[in-house]
Antibody
Framework: EVQLVESGGGLVQPGRSLKLSCAAS????????MAWVRQAPKKGLEWVAT????????YYPDSVKGRFTISRDNAKSSLYLQMNSLKSEDTATYYC???????????WGQGVMVTVSS | DIRMTQSPASLSASLGETVNIECLAS??????LAWYQQKPGKSPQLLIY???SLQNGVPSRFSGSGSGTQYSLKINSLQSEDVATYFC?????????FGSGTKLEIK
């Protein structure tokens, strides 16, 4: 059974940093692209980052480019999201998702809440 | 970035009815489209991919269609467990974008 379990969320002050983790199991992690998607309270879904199977290629929307960094450790079947210079508009539930062939998101974690507030 | 315009924003229908949700892309996405269901308090789940392929385990009352810039999700014989918000998403380029969602309720 595919499982994705996020951790590392919490309350953080504007301008500070936070690192999210996602532990994957039930599939060969190194064979899949992975992504982070977020959802602000009562809002829609926003793609945050994608990483290729080896980690050599990463992709971001303009809203987080230069502030967020996606990475992976295939030996540990783990995905990460380093978030720097956090803003109030980054407040959201962050989901880790398996990305089939760099396209559809076929499995999602339960999500982790990040609140950016002073 | 490709913009996805989803309609309607909300929908109320009776049990057993058929409902349709539309998604319009700002440019041709060549059927690189997925539909997700998000039940209250839960994470999204993939229903349809490549515009019309049913994800494993998804009931056959869900179907997708469309091409070019226009796509739709159809739910036949509406069940109480279908109460959820539905999102479309394009993956024609690496910059994934989602529709704004359709909240489906039972009358």
């Amino acid at each position: 059974e595919v499982q994705l379990v996020e951790s590392g969320g919490g309350l953080v002050q504007p301008g500070r940093s936070l690192k999210l983790s996602c532990a994957a199991s039930g599939f060969t992690f190194s064979n899949y692209y992975m992504a982070w998607v977020r959802q602000a309270p009562k809002k829609g879904l926003e793609w945050v980052a994608t990483i290729s199977t080896s980690g050599s290629r990463t992709y971001y929307p303009d809203s987080v480019k230069g502030r967020f960094t996606i990475s992976r450790d295939n030996a540990k079947s783990s995905l990460y999201l380093q978030m720097n210079s956090l803003k109030s508009e980054d407040t959201a539930t962050y989901y880790c998702a398996r990305q089939w062939l760099g396209a559809r998101l076929d499995y999602w974690g339960q999500g982790v809440m990040v609140t950016v507030s002073s | 970035d490709i913009r996805m315009t989803q309609s309607p924003a909300s929908l109320s229908a009776s049990l057993g009815e058929t409902v349709n949700i539309e998604c319009l892309a700002s440019e041709d996405i060549y059927s690189d489209l997925a539909w997700y269901q998000q039940k209250p308090g839960k994470s999204p789940q993939l229903l349809i991919y490549n515009a019309n392929s049913l994800q494993n385990g998804v009931p056959s009352r869900f179907s997708g269609s469309g091409s070019g810039t226009q796509y739709s999700l159809k739910i036949n014989s509406l069940q109480s467990e279908d109460v959820a918000t539905y999102f479309c998403q394009q993956y024609n380029n690496y910059a994934l974008t989602f529709g704004s969602g359709t909240k489906l309720e039972i009358k």
